[in-house]
Every structure is written in C-alpha cells, then in structure tokens.
C-alpha cells in the first residue's frame, strides 16, 4: 500500500492524539489495580524515581504509537521496526525496575522476564509465545505481574517477529501492529500498579 506524506503525517498525528482501544489480555479495572499490594513511597529518592518512570512509561506509548505509525508507511524497514522495538525493550526495562521495587511480589517473576533479552538472537518465536507471553517459563506470580511483564515481551516478539521476516510481509507487519497496540493497552494499568 502506497502512502502520501501528508497520509502519513495524519496518521502519525492521529496515533499521537487518540488512544488505542484496550485490547490486553489479563486486564485489571482501576479498582483491582488500587487493591493491590505495593510499596510505599516514602522518600525523597522514592519520589523522583516514580517521576522518572512515569516519564518513561509516556515515552514508552509516544514510541509504541511511532512505531505502529511507521510500520504503515511503505517506507518501513525490518532494521528501522527492529530498532523502534529495541528502544521499546530499553524504556521498559526501567519501568520494569521501578516495578520490581513498587510490586515486590512481582520480583522473581520480573527478573526471570528480562533474561529473554540475552536470547533475541536464538530463541524460536513459538518458544517466545510458550514461555513469555504464556508464562510457561516463568515463575508463578500474581495478576498484577503480567502487564509490567508485556511492556518486555512484546517487543521482544517484534525484534524476533522482523529477524524471522526482515521483507516485513503483510502477515509479519499485522502482527507486529497486534503485538503493539496489545501492549499499548496495559501501559496504563501499569501506571494504576507502578506510578500511583
């Protein structure tokens, strides 16, 4: 599909202003997010630490929407998708450690999920979906765990999503648009557990 500069620009003005509709997996409503145990936020230290990460968390849906704009333009290259990905693994790893101090209980589950990292290069995407989007190879944990833990594995998925399929085929380049605004759609329980 071709698309005209001005295309483009709408849309990418479009996906800076609205918001994706929900459609996470394992959602909570703002009520079980405040339920939910955490660690208070006491000190000075504390208090600019959650700052930052709210800064990373609005960073981190500006990208994922930048990215899901890029992939519609006939422009777009598996490397260039690839690395928008790679900047969604970074933000994320620094939500995820506010998580870890925010959710303790969602520690072990957490850091166990940061280890993907080290296998983007070999691991096979169904193995990816057995033992990271389902779980299979994480610890247990509570509800509350999984969201912080998609804001990692979806573009982890992305990364192996364009190493698999680097002509970006129309298949590929609707997953990675699922993979996308699926994970868009947990950020803000993320901001219910981690931020407030």
């Known amino acids: 599909m071709h698309i005209t500069k001005t295309g483009y620009l709408i849309c990418t003005f479009l996906l800076t202003i609205l918001p994706l509709p929900s459609i ?8 079980e997010a405040r339920g939910v145990s955490r660690t208070d936020v006491v000190s000075e230290k504390d208090r600019q630490r959650i700052s930052i990460t709210a800064g990373l968390l609005a960073d981190y849906e500006i990208a994922g929407k930048k990215l899901i704009a890029n992939l519609d333009s006939s422009t777009a290259t598996a490397d260039g998708v690839s690395n928008q990905a790679k900047n969604l693994l970074s933000l994320s790893e620094d939500v995820i450690k506010s998580a870890q101090f925010r959710l303790p209980q969602c520690d072990e589950y957490l850091a166990k999920t940061l280890t993907l990292k080290n296998s983007l290069q070999e ?3 169904d193995s990816l979906e057995k ?16 969201h912080t833990k998609d804001l990692f594995v979806h573009p982890a998925t992305v990364i192996v999503l364009t190493r698999d399929d680097p002509s970006l085929n129309a298949e590929t380049r609707a997953s990675i648009h699922s993979e996308i605004a699926e994970v868009l759609g947990h950020t803000e329980i993320v901001r219910q557990l981690v931020i407030y």
């Open 131 to 146: 033992d990271y989007h389902h779980d299979g190879g994480l610890p247990k944990a509570p509800g509350e765990c999984y």
């Open 123 to 125: 691991i096979s995407h």
């Open 24 to 31: 996470a997996s394992g959602t909570m409503d703002k009520d």
